[in-house]
């Protein structure tokens, strides 16, 4: 059965590092998706990807994160300066018209330290 | 924008018992998901149910789309079955999954 694939599965970074998450979608998706989950927390929403644009986006998402589905099977987060507050799981998604069921990755745990 | 409300927030039971989880929206869904948190972290997809019942071995759920709530009954539960159970949904032209804060659910041997 196909699936979302994430890597790493946990990343511990410095503050003030660059970290870049990395996710494979289902292959004849065409809407893919970020989520973040602060430990002891609901799942939060980060952003929507469709036709190579994002679609839609939180106010969690700021200047210091972007997206980028740089071939045509990868989909990466990429946090710039990463801060003590982005410690959290982050989960890939993707879903094939984004009206139906949503996939998900088995997640990144983020450490910042 | 549509809110998602799920009760109990907290469940133990024993190694066999059953229970039912319960999902409230306030907006008519284009999509509801039930998930399971194991305690590695992974969301575990449960059901794709914006509408009618499923059932998936021990698991099943019934939306009821026109009264605006899901059910999640796990019978004769496991110790495997803790962890945290979350619904989200999306409507309208929203295609962001919200999610509920999650029934956290421990089954003792």
């Known amino acids: 059965e196909p699936e979302v694939t994430q890597t790493p599965s946990h990343q511990v970074t410095q503050m003030g590092q660059e970290v870049i998450l990395r996710c494979v979608p289902i292959s004849n998706h065409l809407y893919f998706y970020w989520y973040r989950q602060i430990l002891g927390q609901k799942v939060e929403f980060l952003v929507s990807f469709y036709n190579n644009e994002i679609s839609e986006k939180s106010e969690i998402f700021d200047d210091q994160f972007s997206v980028e589905r740089p071939d045509g099977s990868n989909f990466t987060l990429k946090i710039r300066s990463t801060k003590l507050e982005d410690s959290a799981m982050y989960f890939c998604a993707s879903s094939r018209d984004g009206n139906t069921e949503a996939f998900f990755g088995q997640g990144t745990r983020l450490t910042v330290v | 924008g549509i809110q998602v409300e799920q009760s109990p927030p907290d469940l133990i039971l024993q190694e066999g018992a059953n229970s039912t989880l319960r999902c409230n929206f306030s907006d008519s869904v284009n999509n509801l998901q039930w998930f399971h948190q194991n305690p590695w972290g992974q969301l575990i997809n449960l059901f794709y149910i914006p509408s009618g019942t499923k059932q998936n071995g021990r698991l099943s759920a019934t939306t009821v789309a026109t009264e605006r709530y899901s059910l999640l009954y796990i019978s004769s539960s496991q110790t495997t079955d803790s962890g945290v159970y979350f619904c989200?949904?999306?409507?309208?032209?929203?295609?962001?999954?919200?999610w509920g804060l999650g029934t956290s659910l421990a089954v003792n041997p």
């Open positions: 989200a949904a999306y409507a309208g032209n929203n295609r962001k999954l919200i």
